[in-house]
């Protein structure tokens, strides 16, 4: 089966799914293709997998209130 888009193009289009920068429409475009193609299925689920990894496991250190408030003085000028 011919893919109807390379390899590069079938990752940026799985990472903005998952980023969330897809209208409605290109989600539900987004999808269908999917569904329809093995590689891209397996591409889908490699980045699924891999962001469900980082997003159990990887954590982020906490800042104080301070460092915070400091980031905002210093911006709001």
Same mark, same amino acid.
């Given at each position: 089966?011919?893919?109807?888009?390379?390899?590069? &193009?079938?990752? *940026?289009?799985?990472?903005? =799914? =998952?980023?969330?920068?897809?209208?409605? &429409? %290109? &989600?539900?475009?987004?999808?269908? %293709?999917?569904?329809?193609?093995?590689? =891209?299925?397996?591409?889908? *689920?490699? &980045?699924?997998?891999?962001?469900? =990894?980082?997003? *159990?496991?990887?954590?982020?250190?906490?800042?104080?209130?301070?460092?915070?408030?400091?980031?905002? *003085?210093?911006?709001?000028?």
């Amino acid at each position: 089966m011919a893919h109807r888009f390379d390899d590069q &193009e079938m990752r *940026n289009r799985v990472s903005l =799914f =998952f980023d969330k920068a897809l209208s409605k &429409e %290109d &989600e539900q475009s987004f999808m269908t %293709d999917v569904n329809q193609d093995p590689h =891209f299925i397996k591409l889908y *689920n490699q &980045e699924k997998t891999a962001r469900e =990894f980082i997003r *159990n496991n990887v954590r982020r250190p906490s800042v104080s209130p301070d460092l915070i408030q400091n980031i905002r *003085n210093t911006y709001r000028h």
